[in-house]
């Protein structure tokens, strides 16, 4: 099972909450589903592509040219393909192939039901100062800044698209407009914390050698997505589609192509240090 992260008064407050919000966690936290149980992961045989937003919920607007679920979809599609020829052993699953309405909690339950050995959430960035650019790869953990925590909460909201959000049991009452709301999953340590970030570090690593857009590192925040999975999971930010250099990347074949081709070389690499380890 997975265990609480302790976090002190200070770290609270650094990212904006006071005692009375952490006792107002503590309750809610209370009310929360249990994640489904952890399983010893080392080896890659499944691997579950998302492609975040879908359908009804477009993500983010890049200035009318190009929406958040159309650059994630094109990823996710270039990264199965180039899967499926230069590592056909594994088995990909996608959460969606076309431009379909998922439910949050549909994304991470695929993986599980999968019994998946890695989760990877493709997305892209927004910002209302136009000049923030470049990739991030999330996995779980602690808001470290309150520019993490506002990446989380955008992400987040996406359940509002689901009418019945606030009775789904598997959010356990979370409400995305609740400041409190989003230290909860900062609370819940990722078992898989180390691995996940291995894999996360590969990507920006790979992607900002072949990708126009800069890398701005590895960070930790708390995703509903990433919450409920049971192996290693990240969520890619892929760039920022509020920023017109970053756009002209994200909105083009060659640019959704260069940042799959980063994405499976950090697989590639994951995979052979886990066989290595063996």
């Keep these: 099972m997975q265990r609480l992260k302790f976090i002190t008064v200070k770290s609270a407050k650094a990212i ?39 359908g ?16 994630t979809l094109g990823v996710a599609l270039k990264l199965g393909k ?13 959460t969606r192939t076309s431009d379909k309405t998922l439910k949050l909690s549909e994304r991470p339950e695929l993986a599980n039901k ?31 800044s309150e520019g993490n925590l506002e990446v989380a909460k955008r992400e987040n909201s996406a359940i509002t698209f689901e009418s019945d959000y ?12 609740s400041p409190e709301g989003h230290i909860i999953f900062s609370l819940v340590q990722n078992a ?17 050698k072949l ?3 800069k890398s701005r590192g590895v960070k930790q925040a708390g995703f509903l997505v990433l919450w409920q999975t049971s192996m290693p999971s990240v969520l890619v930010e892929t760039g920022f589609l509020t920023n017109s250099s970053d756009r002209k990347v994200l909105k083009t074949e ?25």
């Design 16 to 54: 904006g909450f006071s005692v009375l919000h952490l006792l107002c966690v503590l309750v809610i936290l209370l009310g929360l589903p249990g994640a489904k149980s952890v399983r010893v992961v080392n080896s890659l045989k499944t691997l579950v592509i998302d492609a975040g937003h879908g």
């Design 114 to 144: 999968n019994s998946a050995d890695l989760f990877i959430s493709i997305h892209c960035n927004a910002n209302n100062n136009v000049s923030a650019a470049g990739s991030e790869t999330y996995f779980m953990g602690l808001h470290k």
């Design 82 to 94: 180039i899967l499926a020829d230069s590592m056909p052993e594994i088995k990909v699953v996608f």
């Design 192 to 208: 898989f914390m180390k691995q996940s970030l291995k894999l996360a570090s590969g990507i920006e690593n790979h992607t900002g």
């Design 211 to 213: 990708s126009p857009i």
């Design 254 to 278: 060659e640019g959704q192509r260069k940042i799959a081709i980063g994405i499976y070389r950090a697989i590639r690499d994951y995979k052979i240090g886990l066989e290595a380890s063996k």
């Design 56 to 71: 009804v919920d477009p993500g983010c607007n890049g200035a009318n040219e190009i929406t958040e679920k159309q650059v």
């Design 166 to 177: 606030q009775d789904n049991v598997r959010y356990g009452g979370f409400d995305p407009n």
